[in-house]
């Protein structure tokens, strides 16, 4: 009998039998393999979310894992594929959206406004459903979903070779973009407080400063021939990031705005007039993304095991979140859904 973890609210979970659930039409169910543990699962974990995700519920969409049932009407896809979830369903777009599924009015994030990855079986619309080349580490692909955020925000951000990049932030998401942002020919510098995650940079070979000990907007004019850096990566969600990140920034640069700000903060709306700045916002992925991202993995270009700070059984779900919430400096924690 297959299990699913199910979040109760409360900080808890529990782990109990379920049925799989038979794929319907346009519908394929998966063996889920491994899931990461994200950010947005530690908000809903801490009760932040309980009036969106309404408890008690499977959560989870940073998954990979294999195609075990199709549905009626279901093609490209075959029993075994490997595969991974894009957890955006878009079936409530209107023509007024424009075509931008990825964030339309009425876009559902499956894993928070419906049930999730943290089980053995799964089912899901086939058009979320993207097939990973063979042979890809099933482990490594559970990351295709942050490494798809970074992949949009690196395209959105237009990095050319040659140019200044920084990151501010150095969580998963922050490092996953300077090393997409790299990988791209940008020359990359991150800045962060975190004392482990700036030596997690470092030994990713980046230029790794805390802001508070280092004068950041020298740092960029000397890297730079006294222009400032290019494009900052605003990931951190910090004010004081927020209020600063113009100082760093050449004539023209860019700014990607990937961190999420749920009130509004003070920024210098007047360095963008002197320096004619850019502001772009960055939400989630499209289908491109994820498709990068998963070449990316089967490339095998990107030191993607890194990431992996431990993998814990299904069974241990709830040890596994207290355990990350008590220490939040891991880079992946990820949940093995087919261990005993």
């Known amino acids: 009998m297959p299990l699913a ?25 998966l063996d889920v393999a491994y899931v990461g543990i994200c950010g947005t699962d530690i908000h809903i974990f801490h009760g932040a979310m309980d009036a969106r995700v309404k408890p008690p519920q499977i959560i989870g969409h940073e998954m ?13 896809l075959a029993v075994g594929d490997p595969v991974v979830v894009r957890p955006l369903d878009n079936r409530a777009e209107t023509p007024a959206d424009r075509g931008l599924g990825h964030i339309c009015r009425g876009l559902k994030f499956i894993g ?45 951000g237009a990095v050319r070779p040659g140019e200044l990049a920084v990151v501010i932030g150095g969580g998963p998401i922050g490092m996953l973009v300077a090393l997409v942002a790299r990988a791209a020919g940008a020359q990359v510098i991150v800045s962060e407080v975190n004392e482990s995650r700036l030596t997690f940079a470092r030994s990713l070979g980046f230029e790794a400063v805390n802001p508070a000990t280092t004068d950041l907007p020298a740092l960029c004019r000397a890297r730079s021939e006294d222009r400032g850096a290019d494009l ?24 990607v705005l990937v961190a999420i700000y749920p009130k509004p903060v003070e920024l210098n709306l007047f360095q963008f007039f002197w320096k004619e700045l850019k502001l ?12 990068k991202a998963l070449r990316l993995i089967a490339e095998k270009s990107l030191p993607l095991e890194r990431f992996v700070t431990r993998v814990e059984p299904l069974a241990r779900i709830q ?17 093995d859904c087919r261990a005993a």
């Open 5 to 29: 973890a199910l979040y109760q609210g409360k900080r808890s979970f529990t782990v109990t039998d379920t049925a799989p659930l038979p794929p319907g039409r346009g519908e394929v169910r």
């Open 64 to 76: 990979s894992g294999t195609v075990a049932e199709l549905g009626p009407g279901v093609t490209g």
């Open 112 to 156: 928070i406004d419906s049930p999730g990855a943290y089980q053995n079986s799964w089912t899901v619309p086939a058009f979320t459903v993207h097939k990973a080349p063979a042979g890809t580490d099933l482990r490594l692909a559970a990351l295709a979903e942050p490494l798809a955020v970074a992949c949009h925000d690196v395209r959105l």
């Open 232 to 255: 900052v990566f605003e990931v951190s969600g910090a004010r004081a990031a927020a209020a600063s990140m113009t100082d760093l920034l050449a004539l023209r640069g860019r700014v």
């Open 280 to 291: 772009v916002g960055a939400r989630v992925y499209e289908p491109e993304d994820y498709e």
């Open 319 to 335: 040890q596994a979140f207290e355990q990350l919430d008590a220490h939040p400096d891991a880079m992946k924690v990820l949940i």
